[in-house]
């Protein structure tokens, strides 16, 4: 805002600058030509005083009157012989005007108390003085000043507000940025955690054990934890690489009819298992451009969400159809709906929509790896939720 009101102040002061040379300059040309012309006529001659010089082009009229100053030896004589104001001959106030004037030394200068600038001319045998009024001109500067400021103040109280707004609006995602960070960094921690205290548990009872037949069984423990560590760490590097930029997709022509119906295959036993039966409805023969690793990676994520958080006894369901230039695939289960605000979180770091599901419910990871995995191959992953079901939404353009 300080950078602001300096643009305006020397904007401002430049216009008001210009403005008022341009107005002082009109009336120096007023002065020049009525000094010039030949306008003061004597009584005796019988001749008119000349029109007064127009200024603008006819539209506006400066007042002005013109004088000569004769000097015969020790008497002073003063003529007024021309312009637009009436009953100065023998006046006071022209008295005290020319007293004022011929005590300045210079050719040009103003007479602030009656609101004049004069001109001043030696022609040997007199002095020939023109006057013109100033009130026109300083009451257009005072005008000029008072609409600037009122422009200028309007003006940054409106850059003051479209400012905060813009600050806000820039740094909100910073804001957002950072409690990210610490959220992530407080889950990762949290989740690391677990599997490094059994893992140190088990190792601590294994040194310790002095029966055979146990620390088999903490091996095993050490093994699985171990395992779960390191898929939390390939989760975390996956995101990584995606907030670095770094590509590590190949992108080749894939059917994902026939990725979709491999992942549905593999997924059947485990839903069978699960008590939650896996029905599916592919069209067949969509190809579309990108990592057929990554987009069965996507496809597996939201199989095992629909089949781990649906309803007992309730079946799952996944189609993928053709719209337009584009590959629908969606993912459906029964389950309690998801509230709104919680359904705009699905896709961040580490987040369940409920918290009771415990440790073995997954990293929350899954979803946004697949909202990565989406926007590297410029589709779109979106979730719904209503009383009848949840539904994941992947659209992804087809090979032209």
Same mark, same amino acid.
């Given at each position: 805002?300080?950078?602001?009101?300096?643009?305006?102040?020397?904007?401002?002061?430049?216009?008001?600058?210009?403005?008022?040379?341009?107005?002082?300059?009109?009336?120096?040309?007023?002065?020049?030509?009525?000094?010039?012309?030949?306008?003061?006529?004597?009584?005796?001659?019988?001749?008119?005083?000349?029109?007064?010089?127009?200024?603008?082009?006819?539209?506006?009229? #400066?007042?002005?009157?013109?004088?000569?100053?004769?000097?015969?030896?020790?008497?002073?004589?003063?003529?007024?012989? =021309?312009?637009?104001?009436?009953?100065?001959?023998?006046?006071?106030?022209?008295?005290?005007?020319?007293?004022?004037?011929?005590?300045?030394?210079?050719?040009?200068?103003?007479?602030?108390?009656?609101?004049?600038?004069?001109?001043?001319?030696?022609?040997?045998?007199?002095?020939?003085?023109?006057?013109?009024?100033?009130?026109?001109?300083?009451?257009?500067?005072? /005008?000029?000043?008072?609409?600037?400021?009122?422009? =200028?103040?309007?003006?940054?109280?409106?850059?003051?507000?479209?400012?905060? #707004?813009? &600050?806000?609006?820039?740094?909100?995602?910073?804001?957002?940025?950072?409690?990210?960070?610490?959220?992530? #960094?407080?889950?990762?921690?949290?989740?690391?955690?677990?599997?490094?205290?059994?893992?140190?548990?088990?190792?601590?009872?294994?040194?310790?054990?002095?029966?055979?037949?146990?620390?088999?069984?903490?091996?095993? /423990?050490?093994?699985?934890?171990?395992?779960?560590?390191?898929?939390?760490?390939?989760?975390?590097?996956?995101?990584?690489? &995606?907030?670095?930029?770094?590509?590590?997709?190949?992108?080749?022509?894939?059917?994902?009819?026939?990725?979709?119906?491999?992942?549905?295959?593999?997924?059947?036993?485990?839903?069978?298992?699960?008590?939650?039966?896996?029905?599916?409805?592919?069209?067949?023969?969509?190809?579309?451009?990108?990592?057929?690793?990554?987009?069965?990676?996507?496809?597996?994520?939201?199989?095992?969400?629909?089949?781990?958080?649906?309803?007992?006894?309730?079946?799952?369901?996944?189609?993928?159809?053709?719209?337009?230039?584009?590959?629908?695939?969606?993912?459906?289960?029964?389950?309690?709906?998801?509230?709104?605000?919680?359904? /705009?979180?699905?896709?961040?770091?580490?987040?369940?929509?409920?918290?009771?599901?415990?440790?073995?419910?997954?990293?929350?990871?899954?979803?946004?790896?697949?909202?990565?995995?989406?926007?590297?191959?410029?589709?779109?992953?979106?979730?719904?939720?209503?009383?009848?079901?949840?539904?994941?939404?992947?659209?992804?353009? #087809?090979?032209?």
């Amino acid at each position: 805002m300080l950078l602001v009101t300096a643009v305006l102040a020397a904007v401002f002061i430049s216009v008001y600058t210009s403005s008022q040379h341009s107005i002082r300059q009109a009336s120096r040309d007023v002065l020049e030509r009525v000094i010039s012309e030949d306008s003061a006529i004597s009584k005796s001659d019988g001749r008119q005083p000349s029109a007064p010089p127009e200024i603008g082009g006819g539209h506006v009229q #400066l007042p002005y009157f013109t004088v000569e100053v004769w000097n015969v030896g020790s008497v002073q004589s003063v003529f007024v012989t =021309g312009g637009t104001y009436s009953n100065l001959e023998d006046s006071d106030a022209l008295k005290e005007i020319l007293s004022e004037c011929l005590t300045q030394t210079g050719d040009s200068g103003t007479i602030s108390d009656y609101h004049l600038r004069y001109l001043r001319r030696d022609n040997g045998f007199f002095l020939r003085i023109a006057f013109v009024d100033m009130s026109v001109e300083q009451e257009t500067l005072k /005008n000029l000043m008072a609409s600037y400021l009122q422009i =200028g103040l309007a003006a940054l109280v409106l850059l003051l507000g479209v400012s905060c #707004l813009l &600050a806000y609006w820039v740094t909100k995602p910073v804001e957002t940025a950072w409690a990210r960070q610490r959220q992530f #960094l407080s889950d990762a921690s949290h989740e690391l955690k677990t599997p490094l205290t059994v893992i140190l548990s088990n190792a601590e009872l294994l040194e310790a054990a002095q029966l055979p037949e146990r620390p088999a069984r903490w091996v095993d /423990n050490i093994g699985s934890e171990s395992q779960r560590m390191k898929t939390l760490v390939e989760e975390m590097l996956t995101l990584a690489r &995606a907030d670095n930029m770094v590509r590590t997709s190949v992108y080749t022509e894939v059917n994902l009819s026939d990725v979709a119906t491999d992942c549905a295959l593999s997924f059947e036993p485990v839903a069978f298992e699960a008590g939650k039966p896996l029905s599916y409805e592919i069209t067949d023969g969509l190809t579309v451009i990108g990592d057929a690793e990554k987009l069965r990676q996507v496809i597996s994520v939201l199989l095992d969400n629909a089949i781990k958080y649906g309803r007992d006894k309730r079946p799952v369901s996944l189609t993928l159809r053709r719209n337009e230039r584009h590959a629908c695939l969606q993912i459906s289960n029964e389950c309690d709906p998801i509230p709104q605000e919680q359904l /705009n979180r699905l896709f961040e770091r580490f987040y369940r929509a409920d918290a009771s599901r415990g440790e073995k419910s997954g990293f929350g990871l899954g979803l946004p790896i697949a909202s990565t995995i989406a926007s590297e191959h410029r589709a779109t992953l979106r979730a719904e939720s209503d009383a009848a079901s949840t539904r994941f939404l992947f659209t992804i353009p #087809l090979k032209k």
